[in-house]
């Protein structure tokens, strides 16, 4: 991880992706420019770690973030993903009471960020309406994400979870072939290798997807379309 001086493209952004930063006062502005760290983390690198760690409101200029839980029996499921201009609000969920769960933060690809500090922005939360509102609304929309995607697992079947996984990961690639392993989906599923394996190659024997070691590739989309 690496980490520069804030410098005016990243003031700008600050200014641009903070959607209430024109409500807070002017000694509010200062507190936030001179606490907010722009950070680098490269692929495969914890920005996150449940309870044990709070990074605070990361604010996503460049990259790719998997948001993502792990269940007693040890198995990930991911949450939802982050892109460019997104804002992650469960890394400053410590500051949040009523969350009682862990939450993982990781990078899917190399990821600039600028990080809020948690106290810096729960001193924000707790005095700015503009903030409390901002926060309330953003959590709301979280949760909402979490909760399609219990529906997905409890009440969808897996051919039809994984088909749409396969057709959401071509659309962020832009390809319809993945780089993608059988280990890696079965983490973004909360599922075991072994089932998303049997279930590629039910996917490839009826001639929607063709395997090869570390890749997938989609073949015929109007199938797994059917199946979402």
């Given at each position: 991880m690496a980490a520069t001086a804030l410098n005016e493209e990243n003031l700008s952004f600050l200014k641009t992706v903070l959607p209430f930063w024109e409500k807070l006062t002017p000694a509010q502005k200062r507190t936030v420019t001179d606490s907010a760290l722009p950070r680098?983390?490269?692929?495969g690198e914890s920005m996150h770690r449940g309870s044990e760690h709070?990074?605070?409101?990361?604010?996503?200029?460049s990259g790719q973030l998997r948001v993502y839980i792990i269940s007693e029996s040890g198995k990930e499921i991911t949450l939802y993903r982050l892109f460019d201009n997104d804002i992650c609000i469960f890394s400053a969920s410590c500051m949040m009471k009523n969350i009682n769960f862990d939450i993982y933060v990781e990078t899917e690809q190399e990821t600039q960020v600028l990080q809020i500090p948690t106290v810096v922005y729960n001193q924000l939360n707790q005095t700015n309406i503009a903030v409390s509102d901002f926060t309330s609304q953003l959590?709301?929309?979280?949760?909402?994400?979490?909760?399609?995607?219990?529906?997905?697992?409890?009440?969808?079947s897996f051919d039809k979870r994984l088909a749409l996984f396969l057709l959401e990961q071509s659309a962020i690639d832009g390809s319809d072939r993945l780089t993608i392993t059988h280990e890696a989906i079965a983490k973004h599923m909360g599922s075991a290798r072994e089932v998303v394996t049997r279930m590629l190659k039910y996917f490839q024997s009826e001639g929607m997807v063709t395997l090869s070691r570390g890749e997938i590739t989609l073949k015929d989309r109007k199938k797994l379309e059917k199946l979402k």
């Open positions: 680098v983390y490269y692929r709070c990074a605070g409101l990361l604010l996503v200029k959590m709301a929309s979280r949760f909402s994400d979490v909760m399609w995607v219990m529906e997905q697992v409890l009440f969808t």
